[in-house]
């Protein structure tokens, strides 16, 4: 996720990205009574974040163990404590993936669960139980500078659990602004204008679009960044998708999706041997300009500035278009939330630590350590002058309101099978009505799995 990150971590990581969100179906049960559970929460109610603790007191932080993940908690305790004195934070790591999963539900269940946690946002936080488990934050004002496009990843019941936790990933195109400038194009704003960029593009003897299908999981990029255009046209297909009332299939604005994907194959604008190029290749045809554009998440960053520290001035970024130039907007991948025990002994300090962390102070002690690879959802937070133009053009999108979560963090319904089915449609095998038929099966048996009503 980091500078730190070689390119083969940073491809399995961003595979767990793409299909983590929707894995968690084993729901944890809390052993505490509901009389301490409302115990809890009137005392969460009654202390004030601000509140300065009258001794020294110590609280616990649990985080997953990957390198960055440390780097950047280890970063905000010292803030932290530079600013508390007297609190100190005691820094627990756990695994990440499924081991980490069933590692925070047992602690959860065993009530041994440290005061402040940062895990998913998203489906896998509906797994944890949030109103047994997880102090409600809804009335906290530090809630009130978080943008609302972050807060239904944190929602459970009608109420808030958690601040966000670090910044967000854009999911959309990168471009090579060199090979832009030298052909007269300029973003486009229309799925049209995008289709036709791609016509001079191919002309040029240029690869209009990058597609590293070796490694499968980027095959998803196309149908995954097309979300807010989804939401555009159909506001409530997340909830009826959910409760099994329409289907990617069904849709009109969700197979728009795949046909999308299947136009690209079909007007031959990706590379010819696209299931024997990798993602690290895929990468390098952006950064020399042998290939124009490529869908994916601004993950991609840091190996980037990694490999091609000398290019990075010539790659852009732009939110996949719709089939109108009014509804443009970025599909975005939110962060992971920052969550307090509702049991714990120490809830205003812990408030005062999830307050600092998406404070000015707090987010700049991460980005020292860790360069953001997209816009924070906190109000009034600056991103440091050192990041990467990629994220600088996320910024407009955010600035405009002009964002959706992922259907991944609205719906805990996503398919293990899609990035097989996208390489079909991409690589020309199979339609977009086809696979996205199969891919309404596919999501059916992970919706049975999880128990959701209505399947």
Not at 8 to 29: E, H, P, R, Y
Not at 105 to 115: G, H
Not at 199 to 213: G, S
Not at 412 to 435: D, H, M, W
Request: aromatic content about 8%; charged content about 20%.
């Amino acid at each position: 996720m980091l500078q730190t990150i070689g390119a083969t971590t940073t491809t399995a990581l961003l595979i767990g990205v793409l299909a983590g969100c929707s894995n968690g179906s084993t729901t944890a049960s809390s052993s505490a009574s509901p009389a301490a559970t409302a115990a809890a929460t009137a005392a969460s109610s009654t202390v004030p974040a601000s509140e300065a603790p009258a001794k020294k007191v110590t609280i616990s932080l649990l985080v997953d163990n990957a390198q960055d993940t440390v780097t950047s908690a280890k970063a905000l305790i010292e803030a932290f404590e530079k600013k508390n004195p007297n609190i100190h934070v005691e820094l627990e790591t756990r695994p990440g993936g499924g081991e980490g999963d069933n590692l925070v539900k047992t602690r959860l269940a065993t009530a041994e669960m440290t005061d402040v946690f940062f895990y998913n946002s998203g489906s896998l936080l509906q797994a944890l139980n949030p109103d047994q488990n997880i102090l409600d934050v809804t009335n906290e004002p530090f809630m009130q500078t978080v943008i609302d496009s972050f807060k239904p990843t944190v929602t459970y019941k009608g109420k808030l659990y958690g601040a966000p936790n670090g910044a967000t990933m854009g999911g959309g195109w990168f471009y090579n602004k060199k090979v832009y400038a030298d052909l007269g194009l300029k973003v486009p704003k229309t799925w049209a204008e995008l289709i036709a960029n791609n016509e001079k593009i191919k002309a040029a003897n240029i690869t209009p679009v990058i597609a590293p299908y070796k490694d499968d999981w980027t095959s998803q990029l196309v149908v995954l960044a097309d979300f807010y255009n989804v939401q555009a046209l159909d506001p409530k297909f997340a909830d009826n998708y959910t409760a099994n009332k329409t289907s990617f299939a069904k849709s009109p604005a969700a197979l728009r999706s795949f046909e999308k994907l299947e136009e690209l194959a079909k007007k031959g604008y990706m590379n010819k041997d696209l299931t024997a190029t990798n993602y690290d290749t895929g990468l390098k045809m952006l950064a020399e300009g042998k290939g124009a554009q490529l869908p994916m998440l601004t993950f991609a960053i840091p190996t980037l500035e990694q490999n091609y520290p000398d290019k990075m001035k010539d790659i852009g970024f732009f939110a996949q278009p719709g089939d109108s130039a009014d509804s443009n907007g970025l599909t975005v991948w939110m962060p992971g939330g920052a969550y307090i025990y509702n049991k714990s002994k120490h809830i205003p300090e812990a408030k005062k630590l999830v307050e600092f962390s998406i404070s000015q102070d707090g987010l700049a002690a991460t980005a020292a350590v860790s360069k953001p690879t997209g816009p924070y959802v906190v109000k009034g937070v600056k991103l440091p002058d050192n990041v990467a133009q990629v994220v600088k053009d996320m910024i407009p999108y955010f600035d405009s309101g002009k964002t959706a979560p992922a259907l991944e963090f609205v719906s805990p319904v996503k398919g293990p099978s899609l990035p097989q089915i996208t390489v079909e449609v991409g690589a020309g095998f199979k339609t977009a009505k086809e696979n996205a038929t199969v891919y309404d099966k596919d999501v059916e048996k992970q919706a049975k799995q999880l128990g959701l009503q209505g399947w």
